[in-house]
């Protein structure tokens, strides 16, 4: 016999949404979820990790913002892979710096820019859950 745990796990992803602009979390919020994944919101670095520590077995991808204040999303990811390495990241800036792209490359997450084609997006969370 199956919980409702395990049928949640097999049925819906999970999301772990960090922005620190509400409205852009908002409306990220609404698209995810009209891709048919849950989502849990944070609004910082330090608020996710928290999140992430208490729903760290039920979380399927993360997505976090970079330039956050209290903690950015960078730091965010390092602390992430220590508790989980094979975790699916997306990491989202406004920003195209060459350092930052290493850094997010460092820390096996994949870097998405603003304006977010929502496309995009959804191929490629697909790919990262399902086909991971």
């Given at each position: 016999?199956?919980?409702?745990?395990?049928?949640?796990?097999?049925?819906?992803?999970?999301?772990?949404?960090?922005?620190?602009?509400?409205?852009?979390?908002e409306?990220?919020?609404?698209?995810?979820?009209?891709?048919?994944?849950d989502?849990?919101?944070?609004?910082?670095?330090?608020?996710?990790?928290?999140?992430?520590?208490?729903?760290?077995?039920?979380?399927?991808?993360?997505?976090?913002?970079?330039?956050?204040?209290?903690?950015?999303?960078?730091?965010?990811?390092?602390?992430?892979?220590?508790?989980?390495?094979?975790?699916?990241?997306?990491?989202?800036?406004?920003?195209?710096?060459?350092?930052?792209?290493?850094?997010?490359?460092?820390?096996?997450?994949?870097?998405?820019?603003?304006?977010?084609?929502?496309?995009?997006?959804?191929?490629?969370?697909?790919?990262?859950?399902?086909?991971?």
């Amino acid at each position: 016999m199956m919980t409702i745990g395990q049928i949640r796990s097999e049925q819906v992803k999970r999301v772990l949404l960090v922005d620190d602009d509400h409205s852009i979390r908002e409306l990220l919020l609404q698209i995810i979820e009209s891709f048919g994944y849950d989502v849990i919101e944070a609004a910082n670095g330090k608020q996710a990790l928290t999140l992430f520590e208490q729903n760290h077995h039920s979380i399927d991808l993360l997505m976090t913002d970079i330039c956050m204040p209290q903690m950015d999303g960078s730091e965010l990811i390092g602390r992430v892979r220590h508790h989980n390495p094979l975790l699916p990241i997306i990491a989202i800036t406004g920003f195209a710096d060459a350092g930052l792209l290493k850094e997010v490359e460092r820390l096996n997450a994949v870097l998405i820019y603003k304006p977010i084609d929502i496309d995009s997006l959804h191929c490629s969370m697909n790919a990262m859950v399902f086909d991971a």
